[in-house]
């Protein structure tokens, strides 16, 4: 079996270097490539293809989340990993909105980078338990009724639920429609019926909404954590 090929862009050499080094310790897994910042790392992405990109969110010339867009409409199958330093809503929801798989904090990387790139290989999703706690906040401001009463969100049909799953997942209209063979038109209308149902109007909204329903699979590190809870 060819072993997993990763791309690893910061444009910290010794940082780099440190992951490399967590990355080369696995036998099944090579690194193909290098980056110093985001422009280089969309180039290297391109020629190279891996199938993992770890990337720092804050690099020059092109910053992660960005270079994170540009890789993933090149190449939608590419799985991003994120590095940062900071895990504030802000930052969160920018990188979810980026359409990455996964989210590491610079300073758990020793203890998380390699548990957060096995979920990756095994198309799984990683995120910390910050952006779990933001979900639970976030599915109770989604699941609040807009008026006084037991007002609850429409359920969706087995199809919508399978268009939420696949952009949750990171994957485009057209994909979505390819997946589920129907027409690029068709799959557009799912996904506009589905915000409008939910009254979510981002993508990172669904990811959220997937997460905290079990739609995608989510790798987490061993931590306690608040208990998700489900739209009925």
Known sequence: MSPLRILIADDHEIVRRGLVSLVKARVDWEVCG???DGREAVQKAAELRPEIVILD???PNLNGLEAARQMLRHDGHCKILILTITDTDETVQAV??????GFVLKSDAARD???????LQ???TFFTSRVLEMCQESALRINRPVSVGKIKLPTLTPREREVV????EGKSTKEVASHLAVSVNT???HRGNIMRKLRIH????LVLYAVRNNLVQVAIPPLSLPVIPKIE
Do not use: F, H, P, Y
Request: a negative charge; charged letters at 20%; glycine letters at 12%.
């Open 202 to 205: 981002s993508l990172s909204g």
């Open 113 to 119: 980078l390699v548990l957060a790139v096995e979920a």
């Open 165 to 168: 799953q696949l952009l949750a």
């Open 96 to 101: 979810l909105d980026t359409g990455a798989r």
């Open 122 to 124: 095994a198309n799984k």
């Open 57 to 59: 969110i804050g690099m």
């Open 34 to 36: 290098e980056a110093g």
């Open 187 to 189: 799959a557009e209308t």
